[in-house]
């Protein structure tokens, strides 16, 4: 049984990363860094799908 292979790729600056997934392979809040970029991004991965999670901006506290 063979599997489709592809390389996971930064989102910011589209290079490709270190990371290969399978066909079948899930990850969920997965911090993705791109060695070339150096920035670090959330993503999901599903059946060869990545999407990047937005995370919120930070609010200060107020009293």
């Known amino acids: 049984m063979t599997y489709k292979t592809e390389w996971i790729k930064c989102p910011v600056c589209g290079s ?3 990371l290969k997934i399978l066909q079948n392979t899930e990850l969920k809040n ?3 860094f791109c060695p070339k970029c150096k920035q670090e991004t959330l993503i999901n991965v ?3 799908n990545t999407t990047v999670i937005q995370e919120p901006d ?5 009293r």
Do not use: E, G
């Open 16 to 18: 490709k990363t270190r």
């Open 58 to 62: 930070a609010q200060t506290q107020s």
């Open 46 to 48: 599903r059946q060869l």
């Open 30 to 32: 997965f911090p993705l």
